[in-house]
């Protein structure tokens, strides 16, 4: 049996979801790169992040946004794949940083990947090498704007095409042992 | 049938209150942090953003039952724990269970939820879920022993073991027990300091270190709960430490004043102070505290 609501009482009630979910960003901060130097002075007095409801997460369980700071080596992003899969709906990334556009400085190391959003499906990328701690809040601004208008969908992304996803994953990471993505 | 229906609503406004007035304080005390690192800081209504952002999130985690029931134990105590402390002092609205032994009652009521969230987060597996639970429990033998001495001198000195026999004696004399008691007084706010968790005595939760502790592995609804049974727990620690101390409160204004007045004792300290090892913490209590305690007790015997 399908229950119906009525429509308005919905809209309002997402809009108060939207909202909540815009104005209290949990970040963690997953410091894979030089990026990661340019955090703490977003979080702290100069910048002050915490003004605009984002705050550091400690595990992945309770955060919203996975920020990568800046290049992915082989390696990392099988951890990265980990971390995102153990955080809970809704969740968000953004990627920081040209090394995640196109590998930026590393294009042509055989260590890196160059397109996060190959392997992870991407909100918001903030671009610049490295992006300066206004550039960052001007990302996060601009996710909420998503969010407010119900556009970062990138876990929904996720879900539909996970096959696709988990095949370019496969060809990077070889020794393949996960636990199965079920949400 | 008017009184019944006043008692209903009394039952369902009294949490609602605790809710509100504790939400509202940790975004105060996250303002005055913020204001204080000279940072702007977020606004006042923050904690309740948060919290509804986390009751909207979904959850598909499961480690057992104990991990779905721990979050469910702690929200049960704090409420459970605000019957048994009177709001206002002579105020038939709030709803209140108390009986003629409910400070004894209320000291094992409010280590409930403290245990219900150890065994929550021992399910989940998470070793630093382990090693916070590990450190919350030692933090809470160190501060509990003051604090039972504080309390079982004012027990012996005025002969009763209710809050309401505690307001009345503060009644009568016209003059609270700070000034009756300060010994037992000093002894309790020293442990107050390590009750209300904020450094040097926020050894379970960690973040730098065991990655917020027991809560490390709830998200969502699970940390909504936590954080909505901790705003209520709050507000109960503080309504019963200006009750026993600080001779209660007649209207709803002076309540608030009192227990702000006393919150930031913790808080003020803790944002000037870094973290306690969990033994330095530990010694700490059974140090100090501790002596003021047999003191307060030597001087009420003798």
């Known amino acids: ?183 | 049938m008017d009184s019944f229906w006043m008692k209903i609503l009394g039952f369902v406004i009294t949490p609602l209150v605790a809710f509100a007035v504790g939400v509202t304080y940790g975004g105060i005390v996250r303002k005055i942090t913020a204001r204080i690192q000279n940072r702007v800081g977020p606004p006042i209504y923050q904690n309740l953003l948060d919290i509804t952002k986390l009751y909207s999130k979904k959850t598909a985690v499961n480690h057992g039952v104990m991990q779905h029931l721990g979050p469910v134990f702690a929200i049960t105590a704090s409420v459970t724990s605000l019957f048994f402390v009177p709001v206002l002092r002579d105020s038939s609205f709030w709803f209140n269970l108390s009986f003629d032994g409910d400070l004894i009652f209320l000291l094992y009521m409010m280590v409930f939820g403290s245990l219900g969230m150890a065994l929550g987060a021992g399910q989940t597996g998470n070793p630093n879920s382990a090693i916070g639970v590990s450190r919350g429990l030692a933090l809470m033998v160190g501060y509990e022993i003051p604090f039972v001495l504080s309390l079982v001198a004012l027990m012996i000195q005025f002969q009763t073991t209710s809050i309401h026999g505690l307001l009345a004696v503060q009644d009568t004399f016209s003059s609270w027990i700070i000034f009756q008691s300060p010994f037992a007084t000093i002894a309790g706010i020293l442990a107050f300091l390590g009750m209300m968790h904020y450094a040097p005595f926020d050894v379970p939760f960690a973040p730098a270190e065991v990655a917020s502790g027991p809560a490390s592995e709830f998200g969502g609804k699970y940390l909504a709960l936590m954080m909505t049974s901790g705003s209520i727990f709050t507000f109960v620690k503080l309504v019963l430490f200006v009750n026993i101390y600080f001779g209660g409160a007649e209207d709803l204004l002076t309540l608030i004043l009192k227990t702000f007045i006393l919150y930031m004792i913790p808080v003020l300290t803790g944002i000037v102070n870094p973290r306690y090892r969990t033994e330095q913490a530990i010694q700490f209590f059974w140090k100090w505290p501790t002596v003021f305690g047999i003191i307060a007790i030597l001087i009420v015997v003798l």
């Open chain 1, 1 to 183: 049996m399908e229950i119906t609501y009525d429509k308005n009482a919905q809209e309002i009630l997402s809009t108060i979801k939207s909202f909540a979910r815009k104005s209290s960003l949990w970040v963690i901060a997953y410091g894979t790169g030089c990026g990661a130097i340019e955090i703490p002075p977003t979080m702290t007095s100069r910048y002050d992040a915490e003004r605009f409801g984002i705050r550091g997460s400690a595990t992945p369980r309770q955060a919203d946004v996975l920020l990568i700071t800046g290049y992915l080596a082989v390696k990392t992003l099988k951890r990265v794949i980990r971390t995102y899969e153990q955080m809970q709906d809704p969740k968000y990334v953004i990627a920081f940083g040209s090394c995640t556009i196109n590998g930026g400085m590393y294009w042509d190391s055989y260590n890196t990947i160059k397109l996060l959003d190959k392997y992870i499906p991407v909100d918001v990328y903030i671009n610049g090498c490295m992006p300066r701690p206004e550039a960052v809040i001007q990302g996060f601004i601009k996710l909420q704007e998503l969010i407010m208008n119900k556009k970062a969908e990138g876990a929904a992304k996720y879900k539909e095409n996970l096959e696709w996803y988990r095949e370019n994953q496969r060809k990077i990471i070889h020794n393949w042992r996960m636990p199965e993505y079920n949400w």
